[in-house]
Every structure is written in C-alpha cells, then in structure tokens.
C-alpha cells in the first residue's frame, strides 16, 4: 500500500511562492505516474498537473501553465509542485496521487495523500 503525505502548503499573499512537496516512505515514486489535484471550497476536485515515472512527459491546466512547475527528486523520493505568481484563486487543498499505469485522471488514480491547504489572501 501506497501511502502519501504533501506538505508546504501555507497562507501567502498574492503574487507570492510555495513549494509543495509529495512523498512516500514505504515505494519508490518513480514506478508511479503523479499528479497533482486541488479542491476550492464548493468545488470539484481539478487536475492541476502530471509526471510520468520518468519525468519526461508533463502536464498543467490551462490555468498554472507558466507559473507552476512539476518536478522529480528521486534522491529524495517525493515529487514537488513549485508553485509562483500565486493568485487568490489558486486557493485549495491540494492533494498528490499516484497510479501504476497510465496519465492522470481524477478517477483513475490509485492512491490518493490527505492534502495541503493553501492559501492565498492579503
């Protein structure tokens, strides 16, 4: 089993930066496809971004494209959403997830973290 924990989720004013990172203690997460999810209050849950096990192939919603970025450590073992130019919209818990074969979908993922609260406000 899977088990994963974000952290780096913080209150910060617009315009401003955070580095989440996602990982896991018991498997490597390089024999995964990650993905980063975020929940606003009265939303559904959105695809933010994905990488592959390799790291070669990445992907961000229209809405992050140029201000986030997603990134392996395999030194480290977690995968880390640097997040800039941080604006009140971006403001959810984010969540890591994890799936054995195939690209991120919201429903196909297989283990899923508890999430990171960010917040961005004056």
């Known amino acids: 089993q899977l088990q994963l924990v974000e952290s780096g989720g913080a209150l910060v004013q617009p315009g401003g930066s955070l580095r989440l990172s996602c990982a896991a203690s018991?498997?490597?997460?390089?024999?995964?496809?990650i993905g980063w999810f975020r929940q606003a209050p009265g939303k559904e849950r959105e695809g933010v971004s994905c990488i592959s096990r390799s790291g070669a192939s990445t992907m961000y919603a229209d809405s992050v494209k140029g201000r986030f970025t997603i990134s392996r450590d395999d030194v480290k073992n977690t995968v880390d959403l640097q997040m800039n130019s941080l604006k009140p919209e971006d403001t959810a818990v984010y969540y890591c997830a994890a799936r054995r074969t195939g690209w991120c979908t919201a429903n196909g993922m297989n283990y899923w973290g508890k999430g990171t609260l960010v917040t961005v406000s004056l």
């Open positions: 018991d498997l490597r997460l390089d024999s995964y496809t």
